[in-house]
């Protein structure tokens, strides 16, 4: 079995032991045909896959961590369009080319829903760039000349989804 484990990896599969350990286990009480197995190993070397190129495109994103929507509260310390929010989370508005501005409060989760918003067009095959505002204004400003300045503010202009937080 260890070798079998290698010979995937030397393949270049990312499936993590413990999951190619667990198919084979459930290969052989639920008795799956080779192709089912191959089915299966394929199915989960695609969500591996899937998972690692998000999170590498969030970390390119500068996204950062965040909390998951499921545990939100929708209700603290006001209460918040959760529907009109949802609608956001379509991103109907880039193909229309709107602008989104989610105002209020400090420490309402504009942030937060902000993030999970990029998150939510990035699993979408969006491109997407998360900063602050003066973060990117620094950013521009430490450019030694206007050329450079141009070319470091496609940073900022190439993305489907520029995310500029307050602070």
Not at 17 to 22: M, P, S
Not at 136 to 155: F, V
Request: net charge positive; aromatic share 6%.
């Amino acid at each position: 079995m260890n070798d079998l484990f290698d010979l995937l990896g030397r393949l270049g599969m990312r499936l993590s032991r413990e999951a190619f350990e667990a198919l084979l286990t459930h290969a052989q009480k639920s008795r799956l045909s080779p192709a089912q197995i191959l089915e299966q190993l394929c199915a989960i070397e695609q969500r591996e896959r899937d998972a690692r190129n998000l999170a590498r495109r969030a970390k390119g994103a500068a996204i950062g961590s965040c909390t998951a929507l499921d545990k939100f509260d929708w209700n603290h310390p006001r209460t918040i369009d959760r529907s009109l929010y949802e609608q956001l989370l379509t991103l109907e508005f880039l193909g229309r080319g709107e602008n989104v501005l989610l105002r209020g409060q400090a420490g309402v989760g504009k942030t937060t829903l902000a993030q999970n918003l990029g998150l939510r067009a990035l699993e979408r095959g969006h491109t997407v760039r998360f900063s602050t505002l003066p973060a990117a204004l620094a950013d521009l400003l430490r450019q030694e000349s206007l050329p450079a300045t141009e070319r470091r503010l496609k940073r900022y202009t190439f993305p489907d989804l520029l995310i500029l937080d307050s602070c």
